[in-house]
């Protein structure tokens, strides 16, 4: 089955500054990557995701890139704030099955 | 979030005990999905459901069964609970095989 790797597993930055998590998948298969953001107690939340077809993605300060020859593919977070705290996890699929990153939690020091 | 709800959202249990879990959507999605998520592992896909009474195994099935007998209704059943099944269970629902929202999960401990 598909392997997804994430790191790394934990990253702190400076209020302001940018972060980057990163993911390889084993699939070449594989067509859709979303990343969740995971809350302590809450529930994870569909943050932004991006199709096999498509090399980038942005929403305001949150983008992702994929790269499908390399089988890797990225999140970034720039203006980073507290609120920005949490686990963040990513998947990949082919359609129906899901395979999920073993997550990285953010920490954003104010 | 969108109309999901899991029950009960917490559950202590004894090993060798039956156990069943309800997740309810109001969407009328077509999707269903149960994971459970464990410290290290993330989350790992149990059981979905495509369609009333069409279900299929994930990458970890084994000792869960499940059964959708209503477009808002999907039930994960551990017929006889052990420790290792101690985890946090999350439901999920997609319109399509993309996007999934989850549910805000059930806590169940095996002693």
């Known amino acids: 089955g598909e392997n997804v790797e994430q790191h790394p597993s934990t990253l702190s930055v400076q209020e302001g500054d940018s972060a980057v998590i990163k993911c390889t998948y084993s699939d070449s298969a594989s067509n859709y990557f979303p990343w969740y953001k995971q809350e302590l107690g809450k529930r994870p939340q569909l943050i932004i995701d991006?199709?096999?077809?498509?090399g980038e993605k942005k929403d305001q300060r949150i983008a992702v890139t994929l790269n499908k020859t390399a089988k890797h593919f990225s999140l970034h977070i720039t203006e980073t704030q507290p609120e920005d705290s949490a686990v963040y996890f990513c998947?990949?699929?082919?359609?129906?099955?899901?395979?999920f990153g073993t997550g990285t939690s953010l920490t954003v020091i104010p | 979030d969108a109309g999901i709800t899991q029950s009960p959202r917490h559950k202590v249990t004894e090993t060798g005990t039956p156990v069943t879990l309800r997740c309810h959507q109001t969407e009328n999605h077509r999707y269903m999905y149960w994971y459970r998520q464990d410290p290290g592992h993330g989350l790992r896909l149990i059981h979905y459901s495509y369609g009333v009474k069409d279900t299929d195994k994930g990458e970890v099935s084994d000792g869960y069964s499940v059964s959708r007998s209503k477009t808002e209704d999907f039930l994960l059943t551990l017929e006889s609970a052990t420790s290792s099944q101690t985890s946090v269970y999350f439901c999920?629902?997609?319109?399509?095989?993309?996007?999934?929202?989850f549910g805000p999960g059930t806590r169940l401990t095996v002693t």
């Open positions: 991006i199709r096999s077809n498509v």
């Open positions: 999920a629902i997609s319109e399509t095989d993309y996007e999934q929202y």
């Open positions: 998947a990949s699929s082919t359609g129906n099955q899901f395979y």
